[in-house]
């Protein structure tokens, strides 16, 4: 029992550097990049057989919470560190962090195939996710409740459309919390009343809402062109995020996120490169 218990303690101080002779990432956060994580993680493998990725989502702030504790190397948010947690960062290992802007996203507004609303303004959607409109009819839809999905707490989606949508209020105690953007599309595509939010590359199965700023103002549809241009109001950067300027086999994972072929996954997966 005891040499079992030192094996354990050799393996996992080994962890976080050499797995088996393989240099070990840890790739942790933002559900909404899961799915573009993975795919640049299995990719670089193939070419790179001596360095192993592990992904894993949980929200951003979970990924920001690992990244402080020394429990990730990478963390992986669709949101901007907060101050107090570049502070912490700071307190605890000497460097505020290092962050890298790795895609752009349209945050899309998901609505169910059969929804006849094809555009809301900035200020409906607040409306809609702070409990002043409750019926479709109100917003040019069917007379029905409005059955409103969203993102839980930790995640960097549910920060930044408080935020930038509803401009720091509250939502409404309806809005029906789900576990990640999958499971938002999920509920939407099979409820006819309901809306949600989310990474653009999740939009499958549903209808993606126009958006546009003001009552007054042309929608846009979160594509390409429109999040470069700036005039899809919704869109953000997604990032990644390290304690200190990365090295060795960790500098060359995330310069090949960023290049040419990295960048190309981006577009494969449905998010925008930002090359």
């Given at each position: 029992?005891k040499?079992?218990?030192?094996?354990?303690?050799?393996?996992?101080l080994?962890?976080?550097?050499?797995?088996?002779g393989?240099?070990k990432?840890?790739?942790k956060?933002s559900?909404t990049?899961?799915?573009?994580a993975?795919?640049?993680a299995?990719?670089y493998?193939?070419?790179h057989?001596d360095?192993?990725?592990?992904v894993?989502?949980g929200?951003?702030?979970?990924?920001?919470?690992?990244?402080?504790?020394?429990?990730?190397d990478?963390?992986?948010?669709?949101?901007?560190?907060?101050?107090s947690e570049?502070?912490?960062?700071?307190q605890?290992?000497?460097t505020?962090?290092?962050e890298?802007?790795s895609?752009?996203?349209?945050?899309?507004?998901y609505?169910?195939?059969?929804?006849?609303v094809q555009e809301l303004?900035?200020?409906?959607?607040k409306?809609?996710y702070?409990?002043?409109i409750?019926?479709?009819?109100d917003?040019?839809?069917p007379?029905?409740k409005?059955?409103?999905?969203?993102?839980?707490?930790?995640s960097g989606t549910?920060v930044?459309?408080?935020?930038?949508?509803?401009?720091?209020?509250?939502?409404?105690?309806?809005?029906q919390?789900m576990?990640g953007?999958?499971?938002?599309?999920?509920?939407?595509a099979?409820?006819?009343?309901?809306?949600?939010?989310?990474g653009?590359?999740y939009g499958k199965g549903i209808?993606?809402v126009?958006v546009?700023k003001d009552?007054?103002?042309?929608?846009y549809a979160?594509t390409?062109e429109?999040?470069k241009?700036g005039d899809?109001p919704?869109?953000?950067?997604?990032?990644?995020?390290?304690?200190?300027?990365?090295?060795?086999?960790?500098?060359n994972?995330?310069?090949?996120t960023?290049?040419?072929?990295?960048?190309k996954?981006?577009?494969?997966v449905g998010?925008?490169p930002?090359?």
């Open positions: 029992m040499q079992a218990g030192i094996l354990v303690l050799a393996l996992a080994l962890s976080n550097m050499t797995l088996f393989q240099e990432i840890t790739v956060g559900d990049m899961v799915i573009l993975q795919r640049w299995e990719k493998m193939v070419a057989p360095v192993v990725i592990q894993t989502g929200g951003s702030g979970v990924g920001i919470s690992a990244l402080i504790n020394g429990a990730t990478i963390c992986n948010a669709s949101r901007p560190m907060k101050p570049f502070d912490k960062l700071k605890r290992y000497g505020r962090g290092v890298i802007k895609a752009l996203d349209g945050l899309s507004v609505a169910n195939a059969e929804c006849p303004s900035l200020g409906q959607l409306d809609i702070t409990g002043k409750t019926n479709w009819k917003i040019g839809g007379n029905a409005i059955i409103l999905y969203g993102r839980e707490n930790s549910y930044y459309f408080k935020d930038n949508v509803l401009m720091g209020d509250d939502y409404t105690s309806t809005v919390s576990p953007t999958a499971a938002v599309v999920n509920a939407v099979k409820d006819k009343n309901g809306i949600g939010y989310g653009a590359a209808r993606e126009k546009k009552a007054t103002s042309p929608a979160p390409v429109n999040i241009s899809y919704i869109s953000r950067y997604l990032y990644m995020y390290v304690r200190n300027r990365p090295t060795g086999a960790l500098k994972y995330i310069d090949w960023l290049s040419e072929e990295g960048q996954i981006v577009s494969e998010y925008f930002i090359r």
